[in-house]
Structure formats: structure tokens, C-alpha cells
């Protein structure tokens, strides 16, 4: 699933191509991604991109005051094509492409760019807006501070842990708390910050918060600076390559040697280095041990 920097390097890649840009057409073929009616797909023919705005991991065309919201969930993604003067149209609900995005050429004979929103698999969780203002996507309006925002300082994140009875990888993901943050980056961050992941979040000390802030800056703007200026292709493989524990169960881990584990924890499983993070002892699978009672 694309976070925060592949979703920023995303936006920034829009940045630079789409933007100034009108737009041809809006063609979609995964209805169910649709989740707004009022205004139209269709009242987007024609104006202009303005800007690309990132919300945590929603990407936000402005379409000169009309709004088109996506969030690529976990097996989304957004495909950018150099000329689409020569792509047909699909069967709606066949294949993985969703939804395609129609830049206009600038003169006509030119080559007419563009992008297309696709979903591998059969659960399709791709959600795609045409809003006013992006506050009107509920998930949207929700999120939690964007860690890479100045105002993300250690003081506001002691200030969300402060009393939280929640587990601080549970905590990290929730994007009510924090904005950006999903499976892979909690898992890195905890192994930056050398903290368990099942540690109560309200039971940090001063110093602790500061490492794990310090832990979640540093982790995603590496990210963000490995992945910007990829091509949209390659970044799923950067993104895999720079992770340290999340993925990597059984490899030894970078930093200490020791053999990263896995537990299950919620819907998934995390990856965490147990000398780094939990002082050697492996946690105990708690969905595992729950069944052999
Ligand atoms: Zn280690």
C-alpha cells in the first residue's frame, strides 16, 4: 500500500506534469471506486489543473475549484501514460483499470498525456471523490497532522500520546491521530525509535517520545527523498528495497544482526527486531496463543 512518500512523490510527479493542464476527459470504468455524484466526472471536462495537494494518503487534483480526491488503498495505483490519444476504452468491471484522466494536448496533433488509477485484486477498496472542497471526503476531514508538517513538533505528538491506553504501532497507523502513516512506516519507525510495538503509547517517557518523533521525520523524508523524482513504475520496488525490518521476516536485521520475527497484530502482521526492540525477547503471538487456549 502507497504511504506518505510514495503518495508525496506521487503528487510531486502531478506537480510537474499535470499541472496548467486542461483536462480532455475524465473516462471511468470501476464504478464502485466512484463515491460521490454531485458534482459530475463530467464537470471536470475542460478546466484546468491549479494545483496537486497531498492529505495524508489522498492525492488532490484542483481542478480550478473542483476537486478530484483519490486514495489508492492497498493494492492501488496511479499510472501516468505520456499519450493517451490512442487508449480505447475498457469493459467497466473487467480488468484493474479504474478510472483514466485525459490531459488535453496543447496543440492539437500533440501528444495527449494523462493518467489511469488502477486496482489489483478482487477487493476493490480504490475510492476516487469529485468535491468542491477536499474537507468533504469524511476521510479527509478526519485525518490527524501531517507528520512532515512544521507543526508536527515532539511537544504535539507528546500531546497525542499523553494518556493513550492504545499500542503504539496501532496508534501510528490510525489516520485519525496521524496522517500518512500505514503498515510498513509504523513498523520502521518502531525500529528506528528501538520501541516495541506493543508498547502502551501513553506510557512513553519524555526522551522516548522525542526518539520516536525524531524516528517518524527522519524515516519518512528519507523515504520521500529515495522515492522523489522515480517514475511512478519504480517506486513500489524503491519503497521495498529501502525498508529495514517491515517485510523482512527471517532476514538478519541491519542494525544488530539479530533474525527480524513477525506477529500477527490487527487485520496483518508487523515485522520487529527483537535485540533493537523488545530487549531480546520475542513477542508472543497473541492471535496464535489465543487459538491454542
Ligand atoms: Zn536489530
Same mark, same amino acid.
Given at each position: ?7 508525496? $512523490? #506521487? ?6 506534469? &499535470? ?14 471506486? #466512484? ?25 488532490? %487534483?484542483?481542478?480550478?475549484? %473542483? ?31 479504474? #478510472?483514466? +484522466? ?14 489511469? %488509477?488502477?486496482? &489489483? ?5 480504490? !475510492? +476516487? ?49 496521524? !496522517? ?12 528506528? !525509535? ?29 523515504? %520521500? ?25 527471517? @532476514? ?9 520475527? @513477525?506477529?500477527?497484530?490487527?487485520? $496483518? $502482521? ?24
Amino acid at each position: 500500500m502507497p504511504e506518505l512518500p510514495e503518495v508525496e $512523490s #506521487l503528487a510531486e510527479f502531478l506537480r510537474g506534469h &499535470a499541472v496548467g493542464r486542461k483536462i480532455g476527459a475524465v473516462e471511468v470504468f470501476g464504478f464502485q471506486a #466512484l463515491k460521490t455524484v454531485d458534482p459530475p466526472v463530467t464537470a471536470l471536462t475542460g478546466r484546468t489543473v491549479t494545483a496537486v495537494a497531498r492529505h495524508g494518503k489522498f492525492i488532490d %487534483l484542483d481542478c480550478d475549484g %473542483l476537486h478530484l480526491v483519490t486514495h489508492l488503498a492497498r493494492a492501488g495505483w496511479l499510472r501516468w501514460q505520456d499519450d493517451l490519444s490512442r487508449a480505447k476504452a475498457v469493459r467497466p468491471g473487467k480488468g484493474p483499470l479504474a #478510472l483514466r +484522466v485525459r490531459l488535453a494536448p496543447y496543440e492539437p496533433g500533440e501528444p495527449e498525456p494523462g493518467f489511469e %488509477l488502477t486496482e &489489483a485484486g478482487t477487493q476493490k477498496r480504490l !475510492a +476516487v471523490y469529485v468535491v468542491r472542497d477536499p474537507g468533504e471526503v469524511p476521510g479527509i476531514a478526519a485525518l490527524g497532522p501531517d507528520p512532515l508538517s512544521d507543526g508536527f513538533t515532539a511537544e504535539v505528538l507528546g500531546g497525542i500520546l499523553n494518556g493513550s491506553r492504545a499500542q503504539i504501532k496501532g496508534l501510528l497507523r490510525d489516520q485519525k491521530v496521524i !496522517a500518512g502513516i500505514g503498515n510498513a512506516y509504523s513498523d520502521e519507525v518502531l525500529h528506528a !525509535a528501538r520501541t516495541s510495538p506493543f508498547k502502551v503509547a501513553g506510557s512513553l517517557t519524555e526522551e522516548q517520545v522525542t526518539a520516536l518523533h525524531e524516528a517518524i521525520v527522519t524515516t519518512l523524508r528519507t523515504a %520521500l527523498d529515495r522515492a522523489r523524482g522515480l517514475a511512478a513504475k519504480d517506486l513500489k520496488a524503491e519503497k521495498k528495497s529501502g525498508l529495514r525490518v517491515h517485510g523482512r521476516t527471517g @532476514e538478519p536485521c541491519a542494525e544488530c544482526g539479530d533474525t527480524i520475527r @513477525e506477529v500477527s497484530f490487527a487485520d $496483518s $502482521s508487523l515485522q520487529y527486531c527483537p535485540t533493537c526492540q523488545t530487549g531480546g525477547k520475542p513477542l508472543a503471538d497473541r492471535r496464535m496463543s489465543r487459538l491454542l487456549k
